[in-house]
């Protein structure tokens, strides 16, 4: 009775995000065209018609793409569990294996390929129709079968032995396994905290050190002004892929290290670098990364006891279209962490306003920051130029930003600035 119940949850809450996702991506794009063709007054003299035109077509672009997806993911996930195709897939390992450790691990591999192998064409339509057309694409089909490959095999040489070891804390550790198995999770995210900057990111990109002496004199006075120390300043080649620009922060404790994207060095003058640097610096001296570390932490550890729980309930399974192995000595395990991944995102939708106004806040704070320890008409500056470059449109949908935007459109943050808020 309780399987029924919330198979017809589950199909409720699916269906709510979808209705969800589609008006707010519906309302997105009439915003977006009935301002496409006037640049908002504020920046009528900064950014050309035509880069406010191809903001507008590149965001009504994405936006569809995102509603194509969107509605192949769904469909996907309920072939995967309403329609029972976990439930086959999780029979053929099983037939090949013949149950046990090989049987567990072997069903999370097939359902990792699976996933992977759906998404691959969209993948690559996105890099190389829809980022193409707007001239952002940097990537070859060479490059892009090479990182594919290499993010397989990172995946299996990371991905595996940490699917191992929660399988057998799952299975040996008793009624609180989970406890231990947060551990564990949360001692692989700091791994990979010290791992990324200085072995993952360098399989995929090149980076230098920061060679330009007068913009290193500029950046070291202002790491001095906010009193922050870092092991280096680098230069990643991003346009190796993307016209894209960035900055960033990686690595912690004494490791600390600044990474800049080539393109966004090519853009902006030195004083508009140190602006921009100055914001992320803001981010880090205001505690928003040791935060956003903390709040990753905790919902890991709750979402890991309902885990806990869920694992014992066999409406957990049957509900969302899986038979549990009944058999002596086999386990549920993998079935349990496979059903959890793909059902939870459908019941936390509707918190994701909440991340959003989070991230935004920050933005705000970092902005704030920023012109205290910068220039602010260069930090402003800097952002046109960005937003510009990045095609982010100016005029998106207010509900639309509100619900998914990590960071405040354009014209709201220099809004802020402007006020010194
Ligand atoms: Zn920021």
């Not at 995000?17 to 640049?39: C, G, K, P, Q």
């Not at 920046?43 to 035109?53: M, S």
């Not at 570390?293 to 399974?317: D, E, H, P, R």
Request: charged share 15%; hydrophobic share 55%; net charge positive.
């Amino acid at each position: 009775m309780y399987s029924h119940a919330f198979s017809i949850l589950f199909a409720a809450f699916l269906a709510l995000m979808l209705a969800v996702r589609f008006w707010l991506a519906s309302r997105h794009i009439r915003h977006v065209l009935a301002h496409r063709n006037a640049v908002p007054p504020e920046f009528a003299e900064k950014i050309p018609l035509e880069a406010h035109r191809k903001a507008a077509d590149y965001t009504v672009a994405r936006t569809k793409y995102g509603i194509v997806t969107m509605l192949v993911n769904s469909a996907v996930l309920v072939g995967f569990t309403l329609l029972g195709g976990l439930q086959w897939l999780s029979l053929q390992v099983f037939g090949a294996t013949g149950g046990g450790m090989a049987y567990q691990v072997g069903l999370i591999v097939a359902f990792a390929l699976v996933s992977g192998l759906v998404d691959l064409p969209f993948d690559y339509y996105k890099q190389f129709r829809l980022e193409q057309r707007f001239g952002f694409n940097k990537m070859t089909p060479g490059l892009f079968l090479a990182d594919m490959v290499k993010g397989v095999l990172l995946g299996a040489a990371l991905g595996l032995p940490l699917v191992w070891v929660m399988l057998v804390l799952m299975e040996r550790a008793g009624a609180l396994w989970w406890l231990y198995a947060w551990l564990v999770w949360s001692g692989f995210q700091l791994l990979m905290m010290v791992l990324f900057p200085t072995v993952i990111a360098p399989l995929f990109n090149k980076f230098t050190p920061l060679q330009d002496e007068s913009l290193k004199t500029r950046i070291e006075g202002l790491m001095a002004r906010v009193g922050f120390a870092s092991k280096g300043l680098f230069v990643m080649d991003g346009s190796k892929r993307s016209a894209h620009g960035n900055a960033y922060f990686s690595g912690f404790g004494a490791n600390k290290r600044i990474v800049f994207f080539d393109t966004l060095l090519a853009r902006l003058a030195p004083p508009e670098i140190e602006a921009v640097l100055a914001h992320e610096l803001g981010h880090f001296k205001l505690k928003h990364i040791v935060k956003r570390i903390a709040t990753m932490f905790a919902l890991s550890l709750a979402f890991l006891a309902l885990l806990g729980w869920l694992k014992n309930q066999v409406w957990f399974y049957t509900g969302l279209g899986v038979s549990p192995l009944i058999a002596p000595g086999q386990s549920n395990d993998a079935l349990a962490l496979i059903l959890f991944m793909l059902a939870l995102p459908v019941f936390t939708f509707l918190f994701s306003p909440l991340a959003s106004l989070g991230s935004r806040k920050h933005e705000f704070e970092a902005d704030a920051f920023a012109a205290r320890h910068a220039d602010k008409a260069n930090l402003i500056s800097a952002l046109v130029k960005l937003y510009e470059d990045n095609a982010s449109t100016l005029t998106p949908d207010p509900l639309h930003s509100a619900f998914y935007d990590s960071h405040p459109p354009a014209s709201i943050r220099i809004r802020h600035l402007n006020l010194g808020t």
